[in-house]
């Protein structure tokens, strides 16, 4: 009975509604809508042929009406063919507003049953598009780390066994280990972190994040390192000499670990959910490790201006083997800063809602953010001229010992005869 009582009460509602639509606006007709269940719209629709009738015996005009899908038509003449925009969300599925949605006011003064949504419907296919967008950003992410990872170890391997010990490429040295310890972590949390340990949030997945984000800010925090020698070199002309390792030990791997102390207390007490991944509205605990990379940053840009300034002056007309060594790291400082810098800007950068805009911003982002690592190692080892110089040093070696290992072995094999001198005559002979 009372179910009944309410559907008399939305009819006799929509019916009143629909006889004053006539000077109706869709922004004051939106806002009655909204208080009305879907029920109440469909059935609005299904009469509203009935309703309009009676309305238009003034004029033929067709009134302002909702249709079924949400979409507000506003009063229009006859035979007027009436475009509006396509529904941002219908049933939870998004839609791009920049096409459209048609549907005729017929020649007596009322709308086509139906609109023509056929342009709309390509759009059902946003959010599988997005999901494919993902997954193919996931497989550049993996290939990337992939890749920075071997090339990294390489690297690390290279400046291990080569016995390069100057301080310059100690600094390389300890930020390369600091990109495998951070590639290292990023291949555990992406295969031990899912929704249901995010949801469970237990102590080992809040450890991981919080050792993968310390990794993260050793990175920068070693690529100040290597921003601090530069400037100390170039620009305020002390000698490297009185600069020690344990300032960058200092610097690399000690500063960063309060910071992260700090931000793990933070989420301990205003944001312990889903392993630490994430940040809540009007919770800004991650800026705790976030702001000094980005003040990192910012010093580390402020160098590399002071660095290039000089280079332009005072160090162009010198040709020391030094000052090659110098112009050449900061090359290699002034292509993967930026890479480090961009990579991490983007975070703060919101691509909007526009669907290409977003594509594009995955793309970039899982890109330069997965080859990171292989970028570091090129620039900083495989190109760099001292670690080329030993390697060719070291193959020369093993050629010469080789060829002569080689040599002896032939000469070994060769038989004894009386027309043929023996290896040991030939020694006796030279020995005498």
Known sequence: MRCGLSLQVSTLLLVCISRAAAGTTCEALLMVSENLTQFSITFWNQSESNITNVSNNSGLFCNTSIDGIGTCWPQSQAGQMVSRPCPEFVYGVRYNTTNNVYRKCQDNGTWALKGNYSQCQEILNTQRKSKLHYRIAVIINYLGHCLSLLALLLAFVLFLSLSIRCLRNIIHWNLISAFILRNGTWFIVQLTMNPDVHESNVVWCRLVTAVYNYFHVTNFFWMFGEGCYLHTAIVLTYSTDKLRKWMFICIGWCIPFPIIVAWTIGKLYYDNEKCWFGKRAGIYTDYIYQGPMILVLVINFIFLFNIVRILMTKLRASTTSETIQYR?????????????????????????EDEISQIV????????????????????????????????????????KHSIRTRVARAMSIPTSPSRLSFHSIKQSTSV
């Open 361 to 400: 911003f995955i793309y970039f982002n899982s890109f330069l953010e997965s080859f990171q690592g292989f970028f570091v190692s090129v620039f900083y080892c495989f190109l760099n001229s001292e670690v080329k110089s030993a390697v060719r040093k070291r193959l020369h070696r093993w050629q010469d």
């Open 328 to 352: 050449k790291a900061v090359k290699a400082t002034l292509v993967l800063l930026p890479l480090l810098g961009i990579t991490y800007m983007l975070f703060f950068v919101n691509p909007g």
